[in-house]
């Protein structure tokens, strides 16, 4: 889907297709059908400062509500992370926090990238942090179970 159209159940019972119309009817010149693609594009071409923008704008755009930006820039820095490039995944997570601040799992993963580069101690800051934004969460108990493992050595 890359037109984001909800459908009221009075459309649905007189049917009627939203949808249609708005496919029919659309014509913004400046919509990204595969916003991660263009993000990386952005990002490979050193263009952060647009990168920020575009991603903000769209993050705020309705017709982009089908798309979890965090969910998938954070899939991203994982697979960065993962593939051994801590300090690129850094930046990935570090852009996800200027793009989500109140995201306890957007400064749970840049801690986790801190601690897989090295860094222990702004690990730590940042997964308390994290666990001050969602103490009781998911994400504050993934954290305290980091700083656990930080501070057993693990």
Known sequence: PHLA????YEEYKTNQDPVLE??????ASNFVTDPMQYMT?????GE??????????MINDPMYKFFNFEAELNRTGYKVLNSGQSETAI?????ITQLFPQSANAW??????????GDQEKAKELYNMAI???PNGPVGRNAKEMLQRIERGN
């Open 48 to 57: 952060n400062e647009k990168l920020f923008t575009e991603a903000q704008r």
């Open 91 to 95: 930046a990935i997570f570090g852009f």
């Open 41 to 45: 594009d952005l990002y490979e071409a």
């Open 132 to 134: 001050s934004m969602d």
């Open 108 to 117: 749970d993963s840049l801690a986790e990238g801190y601690m897989v580069s």
């Open 22 to 27: 708005a496919c029919l009817n659309f014509s």
């Open 5 to 8: 159209v909800d459908m009221s």
